[in-house]
Structure formats: C-alpha cells, structure tokens
C-alpha cells in the first residue's frame, strides 16, 4: 500500500514531477495502470460523499461518463498513489459557513483515511479557485489537511512556497504540456525543481485524449535523473527534517 516516501536533502537537486488528478471517476482505473506501467507517482483528490455515483459531464461536443468509483473498490484502485481530499460533496467552498467547511473537509478527510487506509493529508479544492483566505484558515485550524491545490498554471519548476495555495506547472491538456516536458527533461537544475500537472481522467474520454497523455507520459517517464513523487512526499520533503 501506499505510504510516502523520505528522500533525504542531498547535494545534487532533485528534479521531481508529480501528478495531480480530481474527482475520483472510474476512468482513473485506465489511467493508473499507464501510470503504473511507468513508474510514475499522482495524488488523486476524492469526493467520498459521491462515491458511486452515475452520471454524465457535459461539454460543447456531447457528454461522457463521470461516474465515481465505488467506495469497496477504492482501497484497491489507489493501491500505489496517494488518496486526498476534494471535499464530499464538490462545493464552492467560499459561499459555506464554517461549520460546513469542517464538515466538507474534515468528514472527507476521515472518510478517505479508512477507505483507503491512508494518513489522508492532500487536498485539491473543488472548481480549482473557489477559497478564500478564510477558508484556508478554517481548514488549518480544524483538519489535519496540510496542502491544497489550486488550478493556477504558473508554467515553472519551482518548489511550492504556499502549501495551501499550491500552483500547479499545467494542466495535461495545455499546448504548452508538451514543451515543458521536454523543457524539463533538458533542465540541469541548480536547485530542486518540480515539474507538477493536473487534469482529469474523464477528460481523456472527453477530448479523445488518451494518446495524448500516452505521449506526454512516455516523454516524461523513464529518466534516471527524474523523482517520480506524490505531492505528499513533496510535502514532506519540505516540511519534515
Ligand atoms: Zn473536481
């Protein structure tokens, strides 16, 4: 199962990629066996009051599938990724009291840990920019919810400085996902560097993506002098002596 890694600070910079995805659905099935067959590491943000739900995303050319695994099977699914916090239900966090924050977050966090049997930690928020400073704060002060994710491409390898407001690189469906890979897999850093992307899995269905992240994945994986990570470990990493 999975538990995060330790990787001790070292002389040589690291460069790390990690993999960010939302919202639990059963397309993540196909995608972790890609990601498994090349050793690559993603935190997957989970909204277990939806657990089991059957229904459709819309998008200007049809719909598909955004069915979300089934509570029984999580545990097995994320066997070796991190599990993590998108609140139950996927509200806008900044129009809840703050009773409904806790409970959006906490409960979340509780349900996730015995599901999957992880020390549940991560957070992506729901709709990628919808908090507040206030609603950072709530979660602090009354969850164990140490980072969260927002969706505010900076296009760079830097470290996270804001935990709880962590910009990713890109999202995988961004022109530029491509060149930034290669840019990174070029890059001989003089400090630790992290190249980090996010999307969906029911958007490889949407946009007949699956060859596309198939591309960007074969790029990105394989390099002895890349650190495939979850977020968590990056977490760690930083934090923790
Ligand atoms: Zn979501």
Not at 69 to 87: K, M, Q, R
Not at 110 to 121: D, H, T
Request: charged share 25%; aromatic share 12%.
């Amino acid at each position: 199962m999975y538990t995060p890694r330790k990787f001790e600070k070292r002389e040589k910079p690291y460069k790390f990629l990690t993999l960010s995805f939302d919202d639990g659905v059963k397309q993540d099935k196909r995608f972790i066996e890609m990601l498994d067959q090349r050793g690559i590491k993603c935190t997957f943000n989970i909204n277990s009051g939806l657990l089991g739900n059957v229904h459709n995303a819309p998008y200007p050319g049809g719909e598909v599938p955004h069915d979300e695994v089934e509570a029984s099977e999580l545990h097995d699914i994320y066997l070796n990724h991190e599990v993590a916090v998108h609140t139950l239900t996927h509200p806008l966090l900044d129009k809840l009291s703050e009773a409904e924050v806790i409970c959006e977050v906490g409960d979340d966090q509780k349900a996730l840990c015995e599901l999957s049997g992880q020390n549940v930690f991560g957070m992506a928020y729901p709709f990628g920019r919808c908090y507040t400073e206030e609603t950072i704060r709530i979660i602090l002060e009354n969850t164990p919810v140490r980072y969260s994710r927002n969706i505010a491409s900076h296009h760079g390898f830097e470290m996270p400085d804001k935990f709880m407001e962590w910009c990713p690189t890109c999202h995988w469906r961004e022109e530029s996902a491509l060149q930034l890979a290669r840019d990174f897999i070029a890059l001989e850093p003089t400090k630790d560097s992290l190249f980090y992307i996010w999307g969906h899995s029911y958007e490889f269905d949407m946009y007949d993506g699956w060859n596309e992240i198939a591309e960007l994945l074969d790029l990105i994986a394989g390099h002895e002098d890349i650190t495939y990570v979850t977020n968590g470990e990056i977490y760690k990493y930083i934090t923790e002596e």
